[in-house]
């Protein structure tokens, strides 16, 4: 079998407390997750259950307090400043707010350019790369002469995804990547990135609190309730026949179009409020 491209192993992650001589507060729990060569892996759950904070430890964003995290066979846990930097041309990452992640100061064409001309390209080799990544996300030619602001958000998250894919990378980390967006403008960005993943094989760590999202761009999904992976499985399997109650609480937590369907979840949800969720601390979910 190929070594994973991506292999996390009982990461843990710990924030100071708050007061004078808090204890540390650990908010992962020894979380195991692989993600394979051109694979897409859905990491779903709540706000505050740890997934975002995976996603920041893979790129070098947080200190794990303990575990490992292996890229393509190397071990980068605690990869240097230097290291990560190199590393960013085969790590990427595609924020939330595609207001906040986009230099406001420079045009379009400056910040995609901008990190090729830094990793050694000539302005020349970088332009022509930005004329392809433009057409790759599907914007106008004249977007590289203009500013982030005269853009909506789709076409700015459309930007974001551009500047992720100019290095060629790996692995991109989709950190709520469509959250910030409108529906309508959320499906477009959706079928861009699958249609990209497909064209160009590159690998994605998908993060969302969304199961119906996840369900439509993932190969195989990972539950993560309260800093622990609770369900890994294919992700027909676990977004539409879950087999932990939390998963369970997330699938039936998803609108649907349908209002008999979405009248029969709503009860649902309320039968499974009142259960509670089993202990996870320390545990982890074996794999379907």
Known sequence: ????????????????????????????????????????????????????????????????????????????????????????????????????????ALTVGDILSEPLIVQGASPRDARARVRGLLEQVELPKDTADRLPREFSGGQRQRVAIARALAPRPKLIVCDEPVSALDLSTQALVLKLLIDIQQETGVAFL???HDLAVVRHISHRVSVIYTGNIVETGPAAAVTSDPRHPYSKRLLVAAPLADPVEQRRRREERKRLAGQDLPETRGTQAPSR
Do not use: C
Request: hydrophobic letters at 40%; glycine letters at 14%; charged letters at 20%.
């Open 1 to 104: 079998m190929a070594e994973p491209l991506l292999q996390v192993e009982k990461l843990r992650v710990q924030f100071p407390g708050r007061g004078f001589r808090a204890k540390p507060h650990e908010v992962l729990h020894g979380v195991s997750l692989a993600i394979g060569q051109g694979e897409v892996l859905g990491l779903v759950g709540e706000s505050g259950s740890g997934k975002t904070t995976i996603g920041r430890a893979v790129l070098g964003l947080v200190k794990p307090s303990g575990g490992a995290i292996r890229f393509d066979g190397e071990d980068i846990t605690h990869a240097g400043a230097r290291r990560r930097r190199e590393l960013a041309r085969h790590i990427q990452v595609v924020f939330q707010d595609p207001y906040s992640s986009l230099n406001p």
């Open 206 to 208: 998908f993060i969302s």
